[in-house]
């Protein structure tokens, strides 16, 4: 890139993030022999990227130091086929005692990452719905990411079946909260929900018996209990929305032992040319709450979810998680805001799978 690209791409307009959206940018240093980092993202354009970190690292970036980015994590989930090359050309010291903000130009992109990039950036704009100022009148042209974000409305497809697997109890009132305002949310489209309380449901774990994988034609299971006709619905749905609390950094128990005996619908190892599932391209998604943070709490068991849609060979539709989430009475208008729009994008087809991290209500320690 050239000091007159890179000049020109600075005119670029940037894509404004708040505490809220919880973005961050996994980065590896240059100087630190492979180590990432996490940086908190404040915002971004096809030029590059402004981070807020805290004061006493601010002598720990100098400039023209290079970082490589690795993913976007936050809202929505990204990691790049390839490393993008950044590098630190300014820093800015606010006024704000708590952060510090440095500056990141993107120096080499490959065209992949950038089609990457431009998709992450459009998915941004249609969930969130925001409306950026027009570019300033002597630009000649829009960059790649502008006309990116120059999108059609919204199209509602016709009626869907989802099938709503609740795997909280009456203890966990926030999950049964968030998750009634994502299925209302998708009744009001037409579409048909039917919810499963799992707790109410007697599932056994698998047995690993592996007599499932016996009939090539049709799934099952030998044991005979209420997870017969909960798979059996799950193969007749087009969505299954999953909705589970986290605990100690992992799903609720029936919705664990239901998640192992999806087992049966799998025929073949995983990722060999053998491999089928009975669900095969059936749309997943999952609503998550935790009472902690992200890291701290949930990322383990989203983990073990993403393994469980490579394995069922199904379309993952997107995630929605809640942290800080420990008063169904504090979920205020912008989780419910939230909650609808995610409903919103279950449903849209020909996307990309999204995530969407945000708070709840923050208890003070």
Known sequence: ????????????????????????????????????????????SEAGFQFAIIPNMKDDFFTGEKLFLKAIVGTRNL?????????????????????????????????????????FITAEVKFKGIRLPDPPAARKSPSAIETAMKLPKLVTPSAIKVISLFGGCGDTRRAV???????????????????????????????GCLKCQ????????????????????????DLILCTSPVFLTGFSLPMKALMDRCF???RGNCGSPAHTSFIQGRQLALIATAAGAFADEAAPALAA?????????????????VEYCRDADALGDDVRFQAKKFAQQLVVRDRNAHAVLIPGHVHAS
């Not at 952060?99 to 990457?116: D, L, P």
């Not at 044991?223 to 799950?234: G, S």
């Open 305 to 321: 979810f993403q393994q469980l849609h490579r394995c069922l060979k199904v379309q993952l539709a997107g995630e929605l998680f």
């Open 79 to 119: 990691t790049f086929n390839e490393p993008i090359e950044l590098s630190v050309r300014w820093q800015r010291y606010d006024k704000e005692v708590d952060v510090v903000r440095i500056g990141c130009e993107i120096c080499q992109i490959a065209t992949e990452s950038e089609k990457q990039f431009i998709d």
């Open 264 to 266: 049966s619908f799998v």
């Open 214 to 237: 016996h009939n090539l034609n049709e799934p099952g299971c030998v044991q005979r209990d209420d997870a017969t006709p909960i798979l059996k619905a799950m193969r007749e749905s």
């Open 1 to 44: 890139m050239t000091t007159d690209d890179w000049q020109e791409k600075r005119k670029a307009r940037r894509y404004p993030l708040s505490k809220k959206d919880a973005v961050y940018c996994v980065v590896i240093r240059a100087k630190s022999a492979g180590t990432t980092i996490a940086l908190s993202t404040v915002d971004f």
């Open 177 to 207: 909260t968030l998750l009634g305002w994502v299925e209302g949310a998708l009744r009001s489209r037409g579409h048909r929900v039917e919810r499963i309380d799992l707790f109410s449901k007697t599932i056994h774990g698998c047995r």
